[in-house]
């Protein structure tokens, strides 16, 4: 591969008045779902308006969901959750958590590119709502030279909500280019053994740390309509699988973990057992008093993880007998983690001139 540190230049064989070509290069864009600007209403309100209008998120029909978001949900909703992502926001950086370590990963991930590939891979990361969006972001890397993008949804498991959408906007960004890239995109990795493995890990090192063993572990998936599964939706069964392969890399039994759904939204079921509802259920039915929980579809630490599940979900438990709760921190920036990552993209990136 050419050397990507040269300046564009005009083809050695074109008329001078060619316009310069940037060295070809390879770009790899990982995805996740996306962070508001502020905490303050109007910016709230920007991202969760983007967030629900999406038609893969709510699939309701436009002229019955618009009116019910517009006129009734998001005058509301953005004080709700702006103080929901207060509790959680990075005040230094003055940005949400899945900003910061989408960023910490981006930058982990470039290094192992560039030790393997040196100049010619360029890494970048983009938000499927708010920003930095995809399409700025395609946009840089075919600016830069980039003439193949290799396209990562940070999910392990496969969602509508979550990897479809990201790649109908990265298909979307593809449009307004004059000459697109090659395109790759990287499928779901849930039973990836390396992530099953860095799940184990993390698993290990907080039952190792925690003051009482607990006696249950709770993998707490964000939740989607039960229809979906019935329309062709894998995601719960991919849910079950990481649960499987997990309790199997662990060496547990089936009595020691469990699979939960979180994030519940609208006035349908959604799949179960509801993680908010089932950790009560445990603490007042079972007489459990020690759990851990753990978000496995998430691969970085965000407002469902931090708010949702440390605050809510740990009140439920609480409240209804509980007495240790254990919240295991997502993957994020650490090295089993990145590891496991960056051998996706390099087994990915085999057959392109890297």
């Given at each position: 591969?050419?050397?990507?540190?040269?300046?564009?230049?005009?083809?050695?064989?074109?008329?001078?008045?060619?316009?310069?070509?940037?060295?070809?290069?390879?770009?790899?864009?990982?995805?996740?779902?996306?962070?508001?600007?502020?905490?303050?209403?109007?910016?709230?309100?920007?991202?969760?308006?983007?967030f629900l209008?999406?038609?893969?998120?709510?699939?309701?029909?436009?002229?019955?969901?618009?009116?019910?978001?517009?006129?009734?949900?998001?005058?509301?909703?953005?004080?709700?959750?702006?103080?929901?992502?207060?509790?959680?926001?990075?005040?230094?950086?003055?940005?949400?958590?899945?900003?910061?370590?989408?960023?910490?990963?981006?930058?982990?991930?470039?290094?192992?590119?560039?030790?393997?590939?040196?100049?010619?891979?360029?890494?970048?990361?983009?938000?499927?709502?708010?920003?930095?969006?995809?399409?700025?972001?395609?946009?840089?890397?075919?600016?830069?030279?980039?003439?193949?993008?290799?396209?990562?949804?940070?999910?392990?498991?496969?969602?509508?909500?979550?990897?479809?959408?990201?790649?109908?906007?990265?298909?979307?960004?593809?449009?307004?280019?004059?000459?697109?890239?090659?395109?790759?995109?990287?499928?779901?990795y849930f039973?990836?053994?390396?992530?099953?493995?860095?799940?184990?890990?993390?698993?290990?090192?907080?039952?190792?740390?925690?003051?009482?063993?607990?006696?249950?572990?709770?993998?707490?998936?964000?939740?989607?309509?039960?229809?979906?599964?019935?329309?062709?939706?894998?995601?719960?069964?991919?849910?079950?699988?990481?649960?499987?392969?997990?309790?199997?890399?662990?060496?547990?039994?089936?009595?020691?973990?469990?699979?939960?759904?979180?994030?519940?939204?609208?006035?349908?079921?959604?799949?179960?057992?509801?993680?908010?509802?089932?950790?009560?259920?445990?603490?007042?039915?079972?007489?459990?008093?020690?759990?851990?929980?753990?978000?496995?579809?998430?691969?970085a630490d965000?407002?469902?993880?931090?708010?949702?599940?440390?605050?809510?979900?740990?009140?439920?438990?609480?409240?209804?007998?509980?007495?240790?709760?254990?919240?295991?921190?997502?993957?994020?920036?650490?090295?089993?983690?990145?590891?496991?990552?960056?051998?996706?993209?390099?087994?990915?990136?085999?057959?392109?001139?890297?």
């Amino acid at each position: 591969m050419s050397d990507t540190s040269q300046s564009a230049a005009c083809p050695a064989h074109a008329p001078k008045d060619h316009p310069a070509i940037k060295p070809a290069k390879i770009g790899v864009l990982l995805a996740n779902l996306g962070t508001p600007d502020s905490t303050d209403y109007w910016p709230m309100r920007r991202y969760l308006s983007e967030f629900l209008s999406d038609k893969r998120v709510v699939d309701y029909p436009w002229w019955k969901w618009q009116p019910i978001l517009q006129l009734i949900i998001l005058t509301t909703r953005p004080s709700k959750s702006g103080a929901a992502y207060k509790s959680i926001w990075n005040n230094e950086a003055n940005e949400s958590p899945l900003l910061t370590i989408t960023k910490q990963q981006t930058a982990a991930i470039k290094a192992k590119m560039h030790d393997a590939y040196g100049d010619n891979v360029m890494v970048d990361f983009c938000m499927r709502y708010g920003n930095p969006s995809t399409k700025s972001k395609v946009a840089e890397m075919v600016a830069a030279g980039c003439t193949k993008i290799l396209f990562f949804p940070l999910y392990p498991h496969y969602a509508g909500p979550t990897s479809a959408t990201a790649n109908d906007q990265f298909f979307r960004a593809l449009i307004d280019q004059k000459q697109q890239p090659i395109a790759r995109v990287i499928e779901p990795y849930f039973e990836d053994p390396a992530y099953i493995d860095a799940l184990a890990q993390s698993i290990e090192r907080a039952y190792a740390t925690a003051d009482k063993k607990p006696e249950k572990l709770i993998c707490s998936y964000h939740g989607v309509p039960e229809r979906y599964l019935q329309e062709g939706d894998p995601y719960h069964c991919q849910c079950q699988k990481t649960t499987r392969l997990l309790k199997e890399r662990l060496g547990w039994n089936d009595s020691e973990i469990v699979t939960t759904f979180q994030s519940k939204f609208g006035p349908e079921e959604w799949l179960k057992p509801y993680t908010v509802d089932e950790v009560a259920r445990l603490a007042r039915e079972d007489g459990v008093k020690n759990i851990a929980i753990c978000a496995p579809a998430f691969s970085a630490d965000c407002i469902e993880t931090l708010e949702e599940i440390n605050e809510e979900i740990k009140e439920s438990f609480e409240d209804a007998g509980g007495e240790d709760f254990t919240y295991v921190a997502c993957l994020n920036d650490g090295p089993a983690h990145i590891d496991a990552l960056s051998d996706i993209i390099v087994r990915n990136l085999q057959g392109w001139q890297a």
